[in-house]
């Protein structure tokens, strides 16, 4: 539900402000969860080839 | 003026998600994820392959994913009936924190990231079974088989067994045996477990139209098909040490533990039909669960007692 229309925009409930912002904190930790899997795999599948490429 | 201007902001798609992340976390069904990562778990330790454990470890989060990422689909699809029956009426979806489309999207998008994972963390087969364990849970049992057929779980338990089955896949890059067998135990140990459910929530089941055991077979039919399932489990339960994968402490712990299933079953059949506490149903419920644990402790504690050279 929206409780406020003004004229061009609409106005978060401050309970949906705070939903908002618990889904974007929890969004923010998965996405720098995910890049540290990414980089622990890549180090731990690669180890010194990492740098082992044609410059 | 557009058409789209006299719609009220109060139509769902105006809607602004009140959901916090916790809801989204339902949407994954921690508590299955719970017995998927750890039945992944014990297949990928008693595969005894050198793995590195940054890699394990985070095969298995990709597997706890997947089993998640299917659960939300369930959810998605599921949310009708969800909606009339009191055990998940308060699910997300059901109860409007989560707009089904929402559910839809966090699904395939978890699915899809789970599987790429898989296969770029471990191997390809592992994710390719993971990808066909999602596949069978979201489409096959729950959107085809789960209202069609009382076969509905029995079939659909597929979709809860692979998961040593995958772990196993991601240690080794193959299938064998052992990871079949273990595929075994879950696969026949799910219709007693949910049929005991169904025994005491039969009228739940009714309301919502799904065409579970007790409701389109009877109740005396039921139990006698719990039973013979206990003895399927109790006799598959002890086949790891038969075949040689376990030794004679788990052979002897299996024992036990599946004639106390067996017992539980019988309780079940002996139940008279107006007993309506269903106290019997409800401990072989209880007790399922704790075999199924019980059961895959003392796997991983075979394997690794093994990898202590210590055998018994």
């Known amino acids: ?55 | 003026m557009s058409l789209v201007e006299k719609q009220s902001f109060d139509d769902v798609a105006f809607r602004v998600s009140e959901a916090h992340a916790g809801d989204y976390i339902a949407l994954l069904k921690p508590r299955v994820m719970s017995l998927v990562v750890f039945t992944a778990f014990v297949g990928l330790v008693t595969a005894q392959a050198q793995i590195n454990p940054f890699i394990a470890c985070f095969a298995i989060i990709a597997i706890a994913v997947g089993a998640g990422a299917s659960g939300a689909l369930n959810m998605w699809y599921d949310a009708d009936i969800d909606a009339i029956m009191s055990r998940t009426h308060k699910r997300p979806v059901p109860s409007g924190r989560v707009l089904p489309g929402e559910a839809l999207v966090f699904g395939l998008v978890l699915s899809g990231f789970s599987v790429l994972a898989l296969g770029l963390i471990a191997n390809w087969l592992a994710a390719g079974l993971l990808a066909f364990t999602i596949f069978f849970y979201a489409v096959i049992y729950t959107m085809w088989l789960k209202r069609w057929t009382p076969q509905n779980i029995v079939i659909g338990g597929a979709a809860g067994a692979f998961p040593p089955m995958v772990g196993w896949a991601a240690a080794t890059g193959d299938i064998s045996l052992y990871s079949v067998l273990q595929f075994m135990i879950i696969f026949l140990w799910t219709p007693p477990h949910f049929w005991a459910l169904a025994l005491f929530r039969s009228g739940d089941y009714e309301r919502a139209g799904i065409p579970m055991m007790p409701n389109v077979a009877g109740e005396a039919s039921t139990k006698r098909q719990i039973f013979a399932y206990a003895v399927l489990v109790a006799i598959t339960g002890v086949l790891p040490t038969v075949a040689g994968y376990a030794g004679y402490a788990y052979g002897i712990l299996a024992t036990a533990l599946g004639a106390g299933f067996v017992w539980y079953s019988w309780k079940v059949l002996l139940m008279p039909e107006s007993d309506r506490g269903m106290k019997p149903a409800k401990a072989l419920f209880g007790y399922s669960l704790l075999y199924l644990f019980a059961i895959f402790t003392a796997l991983l504690a075979d394997s690794i007692l093994a990898d202590f050279g210590v055998a018994w």
């Not at chain 1, 406020?4 to 930790?29: P, W, Y």
């Not at chain 1, 890049?35 to 740098?51: A, L, R």
Request: charged letters at 25%; hydrophobic letters at 50%.
């Open chain 1, 1 to 55: 539900m929206v409780t406020a229309v003004s004229k061009d925009r609409i106005e978060l409930t401050d309970k949906q402000k705070k939903a908002r912002r618990n889904r974007s904190v929890a969004l923010g930790l998965a996405l720098t969860a995910f890049v540290v899997v990414v980089y622990i795999v890549t180090i731990v599948k690669m180890g010194p080839n990492v740098f082992n490429r044609p410059l």
